[in-house]
Nanobody, 119 residues
């Protein structure tokens, strides 16, 4: 079993910052990619950012404002969010593509953490 647990969401004023964290635990052999998606009310889940060995990717809407990083020793991915806007309001989901101890490549999701930026 593998679990992803997010933390760090909350209410922040426009222009403010938040840092999300997501720790992966359980039967993990190695992690290929970890990242973040978000789902605003009434909308589909969208890609935000991801990190893999030696590379990061960002949605155009967050480039220059958000930074994804990872502590490999802790199996933890972070999302530093700066200059937050009301349109960043969403539930943020952690995602991991990893290899389990049974050598299966699997895709996992966290339960989500809510970020609210009032207008």
């Amino acid at each position: 079993q593998v679990q992803l647990v997010e933390s760090g969401g909350g209410l922040v004023q426009p222009g403010g910052s938040l840092r999300l964290s997501c720790e992966a635990s359980g039967s993990i052999l190695s992690i290929n990619t970890m990242g973040w998606y978000r789902q605003a009310p009434g909308k589909e889940r969208d890609f935000v950012a991801a990190i893999t060995v030696g590379d990061t990717n960002y949605a155009d809407s967050v480039k220059g404002r958000f930074t994804v990083s990872m502590d490999n020793a802790k199996n933890t991915v972070y999302l530093q969010m700066n200059s937050l806007k009301p349109e960043d309001t969403a539930v943020y989901y952690c995602n991991a593509v990893l290899i389990t101890t049974r050598y299966y490549t699997m895709n996992y999701w966290g339960k989500g953490t809510l970020v609210t930026v009032p207008s």
